[in-house]
């Protein structure tokens, strides 16, 4: 299973930008579809975003017009651009390779990065 390491997050106040990365191992992250999740206290894990090999994206609605996905394999890396940022968008994101699309993990997470959002 590919490894996975988040980082980027904090804290910010509402209407605030934050951009978090997941470093993924592997020689052909290149071929992977990707995700970001978050999951909130008391709340299951949600799709945030996706991001096909090729470069076709997914947004839940909730996040449409103000985040972005975007991907670099040179670094095995993908971001997730947050822009104009909610309380309600407080969680712990996840960045996952997806085997289903678009909201079907392959089983492995990272550990994580925080986002609190401040009113």
């Known amino acids: 299973q590919v490894q996975l390491v988040e980082s980027g997050g904090g804290l910010v106040q509402a209407g605030g930008s934050l951009r978090l990365s997941c470093a993924a191992s592997?020689?052909?992250?290149?071929?992977?579809?990707m995700g970001w999740f978050r999951q909130a206290p008391g709340k299951e894990r949600e799709l945030v975003a996706a991001i096909r090999s090729g470069g076709t994206t997914n947004y839940a609605d909730s996040v449409k017009g103000r985040f972005t996905i975007s991907r670099d394999n040179a670094k095995n890396t993908v971001y997730l651009q947050m822009n104009s940022l909610k309380p309600e968008d407080t969680a712990v994101y996840y960045c996952?390779?997806?085997?289903?699309?678009?909201?079907?993990?392959?089983?492995?997470w990272g550990q994580g990065t925080q986002v609190t959002v401040s009113s």
């Open positions: 592997g020689r052909t992250f290149s071929t992977y579809n």
């Open positions: 996952t390779k997806l085997i289903t699309w678009p909201d079907g993990s392959e089983g492995s």
